[in-house]
C-alpha cells in the first residue's frame, strides 16, 4: 500500500489565489515527522515546512502552512496568495521514527503545481 | 552554515561507459548521506544511504554501486551504463536538528545515457 498518496497530479491556479494540495500518509509508527518540498523546473530540491506527529499546532512558514489532521491522516500543503514563482513540483514525503532510528524518507509521486497570471 | 556541493550538473554518457558521480557537504560532522534518482515526471527513489565512512546500504539492486571514502564524500558510480540509468540523480545529508531531522539536497545531476 502507498504510504504517502498525492492525488493531484496537475493543478492550474489563478496568481494571488490560495492554494491546497493534498497529502494523506499511513503508518503505524506513532512519531514520525511530514515534510513539503518545491522542486523547480531547475531540479533543486527546496525544503518548505515540517510537521512533527507530536506537534500541537499546525506548521506555518512564511505563506506556507500545514493543514495537518490527525486523525484522519493528512498533511495538507497551503499556499496563500500564490505566486507565478510558486510554480514547480510539489512532493510530500515521511520520515518514520526519531533521532537515529531511521534514515529514509518516504515521497509521495508529487503535484505540479501551475500558477496562472 | 552546512552546504552540500554536486556535480557535474549535467552529463551525456554512452551505453557501455563507467559513471562516477561526486557529492561533498561542508559545515557538518558525521552526516546521514544519501543517493536518490528521480525519473522523469515522478517521484524520488532511494538508491543507497550511508551513516558512515565505508558504511552502504542499498535499497534498490541494480546497476550502480555507491562508496563513501571519507566523512563528507558520497560517491555513485557504475561500471557499465545502461540507457535505463538515465534519469536526475540527487545527493542529500540529514542530520538531527533536536526538533526534527532535516534533509538537504544538492542540485542535481541530470544523466543521459546515448
Known amino acids: 500500500a502507498q504510504k504517502i498518496t498525492q492525488t493531484q497530479p496537475g493543478m492550474f491556479v489563478q496568481e494571488k489565489e490560495a492554494v491546497t494540495l493534498d497529502c494523506t500518509y499511513d503508518?503505524?509508527?506513532?512519531?514520525?515527522?511530514l515534510f513539503w518540498y518545491k522542486q523547480p523546473s531547475s531540479g533543486e530540491m527546496i525544503f518548505l515546512i515540517y510537521q512533527g506527529s507530536y506537534d500541537q499546532q499546525n506548521a506555518t512558514e512564511g505563506r506556507y502552512s500545514l493543514n495537518f489532521q490527525k486523525a484522519r491522516k493528512s498533511a495538507n500543503l497551503v499556499i496563500s496568495a500564490s505566486q507565478l514563482g510558486d510554480s514547480a513540483m510539489y512532493f510530500c514525503a515521511m520520515r518514520e521514527g526519531t533521532g537515529d532510528s531511521n534514515y529514509q524518507l518516504i515521497w509521495g509521486a508529487g503535484t505540479k503545481l501551475i500558477i496562472k497570471p | 552554515s552546512q552546504t552540500i556541493h554536486q556535480w557535474p550538473a549535467t552529463l551525456v554518457q554512452p551505453v557501455g561507459s563507467p559513471l562516477s558521480l561526486e557529492c561533498t557537504v561542508e559545515g557538518t560532522s558525521n552526516p546521514n548521506l544519501y543517493w536518490y534518482r528521480q525519473a522523469a515526471g515522478r517521484g524520488l527513489q532511494l538508491l543507497f544511504y550511508s551513516v558512515g565512512i565505508g558504511q552502504i546500504s542499498s535499497e534498490v539492486p541494480q546497476n550502480l554501486s555507491a562508496s563513501r571514502p571519507q566523512d563528507r564524500q558520497f560517491i555513485l558510480s557504475s561500471k557499465k551504463l545502461l540507457l535505463s540509468d538515465s534519469g536526475f540523480y540527487l545527493c542529500?545529508?540529514?542530520?538531527?536538528?533536536?526538533?526534527?531531522?532535516?534533509?538537504?539536497f544538492g542540485s542535481g545531476t541530470r544523466l543521459t545515457v546515448v
Open positions: 503508518t503505524s509508527d506513532p512519531s514520525y515527522g
Open positions: 542529500a545529508w540529514s542530520a538531527w536538528t533536536g526538533l526534527n531531522y532535516g534533509y538537504t
